[in-house]
C-alpha cells in the first residue's frame, strides 16, 4: 500500500507554490489546503506573525529574507526536510511542517504526502 500511495504522490495534482508577496498566513492556509498539514514560518525561533510577507519578514529579522526570489512548487512526494530547506535556501526563511492540528512537527525523511496520510510515528 505504501508503495502505491508514493506513487500516488508523484502524479497528485495537489501542488503547493510560494509567492514571495503573499502573506505567511495565506500561504500556510494554501498549505494546508493542498496537503493537510501545517506549515509554520519562524522570525528567529519564534513564529512569525502570520500577517507579515515575506518581504515585510526580512525588516523584522536578523537572518536575510530573499523576498524578490522566485516562487518554489512542493508537491505531496518531496520530502519534508527537503522542502523545508528550499525554503531556507529560496528565501532565507526558516518554516517547519506540523500535523494537521499543528502540534507535532513531522519526520524529515518523509514525503508530504506520507506525512499527510500520517505514516509516521507519533
Not at 495565506?26 to 512569525?48: M, N, R
Request: proline fraction near 2%.
Amino acid at each position: 500500500m505504501g508503495l502505491i500511495n508514493n506513487l500516488k504522490d508523484k502524479f497528485n495534482k495537489a501542488e503547493f507554490t510560494v509567492a514571495p508577496q503573499k502573506k505567511l498566513k495565506t500561504l500556510s492556509k494554501e498549505f494546508l489546503d493542498a496537503f493537510d498539514l501545517q506549515l509554520v514560518f519562524y522570525k528567529g525561533s519564534v513564529i512569525a506573525d502570520g500577517d507579515l510577507t515575506l518581504a515585510a519578514l526580512n525588516k523584522k529579522t536578523t537572518k536575510e529574507v530573499k523576498a524578490k526570489a522566485d516562487g518554489l512548487k512542493i508537491k505531496g512526494s518531496t520530502k519534508v526536510g527537503d522542502a523545508e530547506k528550499m525554503f531556507s535556501t529560496n528565501f532565507g526563511v526558516t518554516v517547519q511542517i506540523k500535523d494537521k492540528a499543528g502540534k507535532i512537527c513531522v519526520p524529515n525523511g518523509i514525503t508530504i504526502g506520507q506525512a499527510a496520510r500520517g505514516e509516521y510515528d507519533k
